[in-house]
């Protein structure tokens, strides 16, 4: 990894999150890791499917500081075309785990949120699978929990309809 350690401690940390977050600092690695933790190998351009937005360089860099830090296993396969997965190690799938703590954190603070400034519920996934975990419905404020929605997508919002104008408006 490229982040250097601070003085304060024999090996340079000061605390255990400050150890964690070596590893896992960063906009990417935590998604990296959870996109990993669904299944037992996944291939680069799955990955860089189901993480939107990160660019190769990014994702080719995480990967491989990852699994100088021992978090991720790499397994080149010599065939024609060549194929490389990836795969979380025991000491990766140990990080994932602490982390959920943290996404249910997460999760309630977005549901809170909206509730809080009066939106409709939110709907906020759980963790589960990459490609579609269960929901959690969030019931708006002052209305029942009620039984769990069905997983359904939101619908787009309908375009605004274009202002009519009257007569006396056109003639000016």
């Known amino acids: 990894m490229t982040t250097l350690n601070r003085p304060g401690a024999p ?4 605390c ?7 590893i896992i600092g960063g906009k990417w690695k935590v998604l990296i890791l959870w996109a990993l933790d669904d299944r037992p190998a996944r291939r680069f351009g799955e990955l860089r499917r189901l993480l939107p937005g990160i660019t190769e360089k990014v994702l080719a860099s995480h990967l491989r500081e990852m ?30 785990a602490a982390l959920v703590p943290l996404a249910d954190w997460g999760r309630e603070r977005v549901a809170a949120a909206g509730t ?21 419905r969030v019931p ?6 009620g039984p769990p929605a069905a997983r359904v997508p939101a619908p787009d919002p309908a375009p605004a309809p274009a202002p009519v104008r009257g007569d006396a408006e056109q003639a000016l």
């Open 116 to 136: 809080a400034a009066g939106a409709p519920a939110v709907r906020v996934p759980a963790p589960g699978t990459a490609a579609g975990p269960p929901a959690v």
């Open 140 to 145: 708006a404020p002052g209305t029942a929990a």
């Open 67 to 96: 699994e100088a830090d021992g978090i991720v296993r790499r397994v080149s396969y010599e065939e024609v075309p060549p194929r490389v997965e990836y795969s979380l190690t025991a000491s990766g799938a140990r990080l994932n």
């Open 16 to 22: 255990g999150i400050d150890a964690a977050m070596e």
């Open 11 to 14: 090996d340079g940390h000061v």
